[in-house]
């Protein structure tokens, strides 16, 4: 398993995600973070198993809520650069590579 670090916007998204989840409903902000740290694990454990989607970054989309990770592969760690919604701008995260 390589080490997963969050770039500082990523991790801010990810936060907002979990308190907007928990205002709608009380421990759906729970499960969104659970389902996150789920799939960061899975990314750490099998990198290589997620598609490309722009070079050199990967996507893994969650199925229980609208959010894709995207995330590089270093030498030394994975880097997640965005937790996204479905719904914003395709590729506005792009600018932070």
Do not use: N
Not at 9 to 23: C, G, H, P, T
């Amino acid at each position: 398993m390589m080490p997963v670090i969050f770039d500082p916007e990523a991790k801010s998204e990810f936060l907002d995600a979990v308190r907007y989840y928990e205002e709608c409903r009380p421990g759906l902000g729970g499960r969104f973070k659970e389902a996150v740290e789920s799939a960061t694990k899975s990314i750490s454990t099998a990198p290589f198993r997620y598609r490309v989607l722009h070079k050199p970054f990967r996507h893994l989309l969650l199925f229980q809520f609208p959010y894709s990770i995207f995330f590089s592969i270093e030498p030394d760690h994975i880097h997640i650069i965005a937790v996204a919604h479905s719904k914003r701008k395709p590729g506005y995260w792009l600018k932070r590579s």
